[in-house]
């Protein structure tokens, strides 16, 4: 490390943090020193987020030490945080629409303006000008915050952050997690402008992955990888591709995708979608999907491929153009219109929309083909034992038996087992949305074979994934998507793989 | 039998905790038995069973609701409606007047289901306004007065208030519910259905579940045991009133959790709810026998009622509670 933890504003030592499956922060050390800006990269998983929360007193970690102006420190809660002088700016904006700039400011401090018992508003008011004057924001504090463009909100949370200044004891960090996913260029800029004259007033860490912008506004970099630090560099020894290939952590192998497995598909088509929109989200969507073919979908956040995942799931059904279905012209309006039609989504939201945590391994696996197993009104029992523990063989899920529940599965045997509810249904089309995102290495692997496996046997995907090195490695044909319209399409057969900066230059 | 395997397993999941309730039956019998021997005869425990025999009715139709995460709080008024409906017609339509009574609640509970999903109304919300608009109706049609079945009428209600070698009808008869939502629950897609909804409906929906008709399912399975609570009770009461089941909504929500079943959905059968069924009964006849005032009742209930709640979820994990 090259200055001592101690004089450092903010440091973390040796942090650790398990969740059940997932080894998510292994032995990391960060420290910030005053009026710097820390710049913390890596992909989706590689552990970003849980540090943040660690930061933010959201989660607690397992071992390690918070030392905080060189004394270890406990953050028991987000409050607990910010008495201490951390503050967050966060990339979902978490400002209440429904109340004035000044009131969202003193959220929850509102105490120092109460006089005999009662608000004195005047004064509130005074002293969120004030605070918005730190961040140049000439707006009157008495506007509701949702009359603000997201540019001014974002000043807003700023502000919201530097108000700590007045009641932490010690130095004041703040994280500022993807804060630029929703802004323009302009206001990029002014936005790290502010970032840079507040260096005299606070230090930063700067969560983006958007490597351009993290080497532009900070004086160090951390990279991390599979939860943990990687390495850590000055801004002025690093570029682009050297992050990118830290972050990545491999020159790209082939072989991690199963490249030698990817057969070509067959020449049915099992989906196909003509002049397909959405409003305000997609339009003027054409694709063939094959049976047999990995159909991978790229783009950035708003460029339309997540509602057009959700639409093939039944999630959000289409109101333009036609969608076929092996031939049959649908609208998914529920999901069940979907399954119908045997599609199945695999989705993002694991835990949530995956599977029903607490129902046994066997009771997922089946959910999906109750009706099958059904006979005269009565659920066959037996078959479904039978077909559950045949899955879990296949699949190999890591399970202490059928009847366990699914929540105490690891990530990817619980992604296996959404994999065997659809395979048990039947599924003629995968809708495998970030099927990989939060699992580590191993069980990412084992779900690209199984995707291979799948394919062999005529079943179709479509893949949105977190890195655009996936969609290519598995795909064998990927489109690219921009403001909700297709702007690219590309082959991806083994051996002929498009590079990625060849698609983001159509992605963005 | 894998019904066994999974309860168990549901069983292993929480532990011990899962055991309590059986655990605090046999402890309230015993404590009952301890203090007033007659208690543990075989009469006196048949006509325990007899007695419980309504709130167990009430208890297991309460259950497919609170099952999904949610709450019919429509099933005393039902029940008063029913036993208004029978006593008003079993004069001119005989036993008609039995299948008349539970029509009505299935066709009511199949509107609070309605309202609930389409309307997107919060199930309390709904039932609650389901259960006042059934008790007006049952005002209503009777006069505001109880009305007394006549001995003509009273030949109707054999197959309830009758006993066959011994054993009081009503048991039987809330056998056969018992084994009827059994078989629902453990062998149907719906009983299936219902668990992954109450345990996790995102991803049931996204399954392909159809939601929304599971739901009204349950509300109209829940209002027509609730009226067949109401058939009974006027069955053994030889009387039907707009207040006869007044005073058994929190005894049954009580049965119903104090069995294990989870407020927040998911897990739950109804062999809990006999258990909470029982124990909510010997608590009753426990306190007549302490001499507790009938109408200071609820408030012992309430308190179960409660602690049933806090003691059956694991408070720590749910972040706001509304």
């Known amino acids: 490390m090259n200055a001592p933890v101690a004089q450092a504003a903010l440091a973390l030592v040796k942090v650790d943090k398990r969740f059940p499956g997932v080894h998510a922060l292994k032995d990391v050390s960060i420290d910030v020193r005053r009026g710097e800006v820390i710049g913390l990269i890596g992909e989706n998983g590689a552990g970003k987020s849980t540090l943040m929360k660690i930061l933010s007193g959201v989660y607690q970690p397992d071992r390690g030490d918070i ?37 969202n400011l003193y959220l929850g401090a509102e105490a120092q303006f109460i006089r005999f018992g009662l608000m004195d508003w005047s004064a509130l008011y005074d002293a969120a000008r004030r605070q918005l004057d730190k961040v140049s924001l000439a707006i009157d504090p008495r506007m509701r915050a949702d009359e603000l463009d997201f540019a001014s909100r974002q000043m807003v949370e700023l502000a919201k952050a530097l108000t700590l200044e007045e009641h932490a004891k010690g130095d004041l960090v703040i994280l500022l997690d993807e804060p630029t996913s929703v802004l323009e260029r302009a206001e990029i800029d002014i936005l790290f402008a502010r970032v840079r004259a507040l260096k005299s007033r606070a230090s930063f860490i700067f969560v983006s992955h958007r490597l351009d912008e993290v080497l532009e506004l900070s004086d160090r970099i951390y990279v991390m990888k599979d939860g943990a630090v990687v390495a850590e560099l000055e801004t002025a020894n690093a570029e682009v591709q050297t992050l990118h290939r830290l972050m990545v952590g491999r020159s790209l192998q082939s072989e991690y995708y199963r490249e030698s497995l990817q057969a070509s598909f067959r020449n049915e088509v099992v989906a196909e979608a003509v002049g397909l929109g959405l409003a305000d989200k997609y339009r003027d969507v054409d694709f063939k999907l094959h049976a047999g073919e990995i159909l991978g979908v790229a783009g950035v956040i708003g460029s339309g491929r997540e509602e057009l995942t959700r639409t093939l799931a039944g999630l959000a059904p289409h109101d333009r153009g036609r969608l076929l279905v092996r031939g049959r012209e649908v609208r998914l309006a529920t999901p069940a219109e979907a399954v119908d039609c045997g599609l199945g989504y695999v989705p993002r939201e694991r835990r949530v929309e995956g599977l029903v945590l607490f129902l046994s391994v066997a009771a997922n696996i089946t959910l999906a083909a109750l009706t099958e197993l059904t006979r005269y009104g009565f659920v066959d029992r037996r078959e479904e034992r039978r077909l559950a523990r045949e899955w879990v063989e296949r699949l190999q899920v890591r399970t202490p038996g059928i009847d366990a529940l699914c929540l105490n599965l690891s990530g990817g045997n619980q992604q296996k087992v959404v994999l065997a509810k659809w395979l048990t249904a039947k599924a003629k089309i995968l809708i495998l949305d970030h099927p990989t995102r939060g699992l580590d290495v191993g069980a990412k692997e084992e779900v690209y074979e199984l995707a291979r496996a799948v394919t062999k046997q005529g079943v179709a995907i479509i893949l949105t994934s977190d890195t655009l090195d996936e969609t290519i490695g598995l795909s064998h044909n990927v489109l690219v998507m921009r403001d909700g319209a297709i702007t690219h399409r590309a082959g991806a057969s083994p051996g002929g793989k498009p590079r990625q900066v060849d698609l983001i230059k159509h992605m963005v | 039998m894998s019904g066994v395997t999974s309860v168990v397993s549901q069983f292993r999941f929480d532990g011990l905790r899962q055991w309590a309730p059986l655990g605090t039956l046999v402890l309230l019998v015993l404590v009952v038995g301890a203090a007033q021997p007659s208690f543990l005869e075989p009469e006196t425990l048949l006509q325990l069973a007899g007695d419980t025999a309504v709130l167990f009715i009430l208890a297991s139709g309460v259950a497919f609701s609170i099952m999904l995460g949610g709450i019919d709080l429509s099933i005393q008024s039902m029940a008063s409606l029913a036993s208004v409906i029978v006593a008003l017609t079993v004069a001119r339509l005989g036993y008609g007047s039995f299948v008349l009574a539970i029509g009505v609640g299935a066709f009511a509970g199949f509107l609070s289901g309605v309202a609930h999903v389409k309307l997107r109304i919060p199930s309390f919300i709904a039932t609650l306004a389901m259960g006042g608009v059934l008790y007006s109706a049952a005002l209503v049609v009777s006069h505001e007065r109880s009305i007394t079945l006549g001995v003509g009428e009273r030949d109707y209600q054999t197959w309830i208030a009758g006993s066959l070698s011994g054993v009081p009808n009503v048991i039987v008869i809330a056998l056969v519910v018992l084994i009827f939502v059994h078989i629902l629950q453990q062998h149907t897609r719906f009983g299936r259905y219902s668990a992954a909804i109450g345990a996790g409906e995102p991803a049931a929906y996204a399954s392909g579940v159809k939601v929304n008709r599971q739901k009204v399912l349950a509300y109209i399975l829940s209002a027509s045991l609730a009226a067949l ?94």
Do not use: C, Y
Request: proline residues 3%; hydrophobic residues 55%; positive net charge.
């Open chain 1, 67 to 103: 030392l905080i102006g060189g004394k270890r420190s406990r953050l028991a809660n987000a409050a607990d945080a910010a008495r201490q002088g951390i503050g967050m700016v966060f990339q979902e904006q978490s400002l209440f629409p429904n109340l004035t700039v000044g009131e």
């Open chain 2, 229 to 322: 609570a109401g058939v009974v009770l006027a069955g053994r009461l030889a009387s039907g009133s707009p207040t006869l089941a007044a005073e058994l909504l929190l005894p049954a929500i009580a049965a119903v959790v104090v069995g294990g079943t989870a407020i927040t959905g998911g897990v739950g059968s109804i062999w809990r709810t006999l258990i909470g069924s029982l124990i909510i009964s010997v608590v009753r006849v426990g306190m007549t026998f302490l001499g507790v005032d009938i109408f200071a009742q609820n408030i012992v209930f309430g308190a179960v009622l409660i602690a049933a709640v806090a003691v059956t979820i694991d408070r720590s994990k749910i972040p706001i509670v509304k």
